[in-house]
């Protein structure tokens, strides 16, 4: 028998692990100060930091939201003896409405922020398809008519003949198709709405209204303006970029050479040009190819050069989805005897597009961010109003309280579609790794 | 028969868009398309201070924005039918070009190419304005020729730019741009130091010195290197828009010589002893219905915003921040080059 000096008989209690290893302590030597190169990185950080927020913060922490001019926000600044200045808040408070909404009429602003607010209810059952009922999405395609309606006004009866478009397009492919084929249909069913919007919508809708009036006050373009004019610009384009975005990739790749090779030339030329030179195309030359005294919307114009320019970087984009997608996924669609479109829609592009979610959401983040590039064209976007504001004799010289209030509502905005983009990632995270 | 179907609606579209191209023909007089759309579509400056600004109700104010105001007045009855159409330096000339606007006030110099290569129609002189350099005062400089070996902030694109090199050359000293895209970037950029001296328009210039925390530590330097007479402009083509405009701005001018003002007005239409004010105010003569407007075309004109002085006064004046003095834009009775032909 072995001679033990000691033996333990019961379990010691559990103890507390050492301040060092847990709770703020050891949080801090773990991340902050887990070696000495660490830790003296960690301490000029710190530094650096209070630096810049010792420079920002007591500029920040300025109480001139009432101030009615800079002269007066000087004053204030100087009597509270602040060193280097301090922010002139009182330029947001006078002139928050108007970054907002440009010159659009006091009295009918509620019809953009109903469009706002609408625009969620009709994304909801769009971007949480569990969430919400999919009868929901009547609503979303009623949406598409009944926005430009509300933020343009006039007779109710030309969003109703608009939405008549593509019910007139369907009609037609049926009655050609059956006649001429599914190819003369299609392309039937595409110029018949066209001209349908061109030509009669306009007298049709004239006529109606004359018999029944019926309509809200109609609002020029000329008055939209602000982050408004940002934000509708934006949201047109990314809807419409996207549809357009994906027939343009399939057209790319598609068998049939004359739209495949329109898809390339299209997608190529508009990526081959900066933006900025469209929007001058848009606003200049345009006007000069017209006939005189033709009165083409300009926000119009600024629209579809912008949803042309996002189309063709979104078809890119998911072109690089169906590339990455493995070639046993089409041969497998074939193979289960599905046609073209049932194979795309059921098999391929839901692939693609889930593979593409980054790529298309960074993709809208800059064109919703393009969309100040109106400013150069002379429509007041923010960036175009903070000009117009300065000119003011008095908030001439402001320019860091202006930027900075643009860059804040751009700022929640991008983020927001980011943050969704990523928790769509996750969500539609299906293979295993 | 499917093919006499397609070229039946493809005839329809023709003669379709045809009537419509129809349409816009016969709207060839400029004012009775104004007339019609009942606005005025008026092309100005989207931010310069004191000549054209929207204040915080979006209600445009300035210079420039008056004699928008007064040409709607006299044509429209109203100073308010104007829809102000914002341009930049690259797209007014096209804007006026192609129709989007009836009629340009957008502190555009009157220059040669512009007016005959461009095929446009100017009206006279609403400002009378010219190049000058700011300093600091620290910098001991009291004339742009002693400005030798400078870094000067420059605007790109601009006559400012060639005016500049022309000035140095002439004066055969030697400078350093720094190019700057716009006036609130000028403002910084000269602010932080980061050019000695900072050149544009006279009156730019002392609504960008009145903006400073100290504009007493800055001059304006005396020489003015260049003529920069601005004005309205309209479409080479139509000569009755033209000559309305035109005596719609010397109305404005006029009135104050012979001191018509905004407040004075209406007594002074019931009739004076002077038949030039007569005329001016038709009680006398049928100079509206020449101009086919009515009798009171000049009246409304005037009361619409005030006569040029009063003009003057209110946006760019002395009483304002801007604080320009009248200079050149004086009445020739006065020493200025305001001359209004007669109204006879």
Redesign the interface.
Known sequence: MADYSYVRKEMLPEREPPASEVGVIGWLRENLFSGWFNSILTVVSVVLIYLILAAIVPWLWSPTWGAGS?SEC?DIVAELGKEHGGACYGVIT??WQ?LLF??YP?ELRWRPILTFVGLFVALAPVLFTDAFPRKMLWFTGAYLFLAPWLMWGGPIWTPLLVAAGPALGFVAFRFVAR??GTLAGVIAAGLVPI?WWL?AVGPVAGAIQSVVPLGIELV?S??FGGFMLSVWIGVVAIAISLVLGVVLALGRQSDLMIVKYLSVGFIEFIRGVPLITLL?VA??LL??F?????NFD?ILRVMIMATLFASAYIAEVVRGGLAALPRGQYEAADALGLDYWKAQRLVILPQALKISIPGIVSTFIGLFKDTTLVS?????DPI?L?????????W??I?WELYGFIALLFFLSCFSMSRYSMWLEKKLRTEHR | MKKSVFVGALATAGVIAGAAFAQMDDSDSTLAAVQDAGVLKCGVNSGLTGFAAPDANGRWEGFDVAVCRAVAAAVLSDPEAVEFVPTTPKTRFTALASGEVDLLVRNTTWTLTRDVDLKFTFLGVNYYDGQGFIVPKALGVSSAKELDGATVCIQTGTTTELNLADFFRVNNISYEPVPIETNAEAQQQYLAGACDTYTTDASGLAATRASFENPGDHAILPEIISKEPLGPLVRHGDDEWADIVRWTLNALIAAEEFGITSTNIEELANGTDNPEINRILGTEGTMGEMLGLDAEWAMRAIMAEGNYGEIFEKNIGESTPIGLARGLNAQWTDGGLLYAPPFR
């Open positions: 800079l000087r006078e002139r108007q440009g010159f006091e006649a001429a001209l030509l020029e000329r008055l001058f606003s200049t006007n000069i017209m006939p005189p005294g033709t300009i150069i064209i002379g429509l007041l175009g903070t000009g117009s504001i300065r000119a003011d004799a008095n001439n010289g320019v």
